[in-house]
């Protein structure tokens, strides 16, 4: 059963950086793909990136291209978000989850969802 | 890039109703769409993938339908445990899409 952490979030100055980590267990990390998804307090979910399973592919949400980068490290089983100038918009509840590829696509299903790190952004 | 409005953004209804929920898509996405239950100060959990495809271990309760830009999620019969706000999503193609949500409440 797949198990995923999210840590690093906590109260950042608008300008900053930061680094999010997701620590998989409870499967083989390297054989899928990972998301990142946010939800600002009292909003909806807003998808953020996508890595490959090899981390080779990359996709942003038009609002971070440029601001943010997933990564992977798979012999730490580690997923990462790297939060560069950070914005008071960027204040969200940050989940990772991984992708089951369920039914005929290779990719877009979250089936396993980590409990989220908050990021504050505020000076 | 591909946009989801979901309707309604929030209801209320009593147990046992029959609720339905609709998400339209701004261009075909065939059947690639997800639906996700979130309750208060949790992780999403997922409902229905493509479209119409129970997740494993997910009541039979729940059921979704639709194809190229209209979809809709149905709750057959409403149960308290139901209270949640349901997201659809797009992965026909990044950047993948949530629908804003909608609040469902028993009354």
């Known amino acids: 059963q797949a198990h995923l952490v999210e840590s690093g979030g906590r109260v950042v100055q608008p300008g900053r950086s930061l680094r999010l980590s997701c620590a998989a267990s409870?499967?083989?990390?390297?054989?899928?793909?990972m998301h990142w998804v946010r939800q600002a307090p009292g909003k909806g979910l807003e998808w953020v990136a996508v890595i490959s399973y090899d981390g080779v592919r990359k996709h942003y949400a038009d609002s971070v291209k440029g601001r943010l980068s997933i990564s992977r490290d798979n012999s730490k089983n580690t997923l990462f978000l790297q939060l560069n100038s950070l914005r008071p918009e960027d204040t969200a509840v940050y989940y990772c989850?991984?992708?089951?590829?369920?039914?005929?696509?290779?990719?877009?299903?979250?089936?396993?969802w980590g409990q989220g790190t908050l990021v504050t952004v505020s000076s | 890039d591909i946009q989801m409005t979901q309707s309604p953004p929030s209801l209320s209804a009593s147990v046992g109703d029959r609720v339905t929920i609709t998400c339209r898509a701004s261009?075909?996405?065939?059947?690639?769409l997800n639906w996700y239950q979130q309750k208060p100060g949790k992780a999403p959990k997922l409902l229905i993938y493509?479209?119409?495809n129970l997740e494993t271990g997910v009541t039979s309760r729940f059921s979704g339908s639709g194809s190229g830009t209209d979809f809709s999620f149905t709750i057959s019969s409403l149960q308290p445990e139901d209270s949640a706000t349901y997201y659809c999503q797009q992965y026909n193609g990044v950047p993948y899409k949530f629908g804003q949500g909608t609040k469902v409440e028993i009354k």
């Open positions: 493509e479209s119409a």
């Open positions: 989850a991984r992708d089951d590829g369920r039914g005929s696509a290779a990719a877009g299903t979250l089936g396993s």
């Open positions: 261009q075909d996405i065939a059947g690639y």
């Open positions: 409870g499967f083989t990390f390297s054989n899928y793909p």
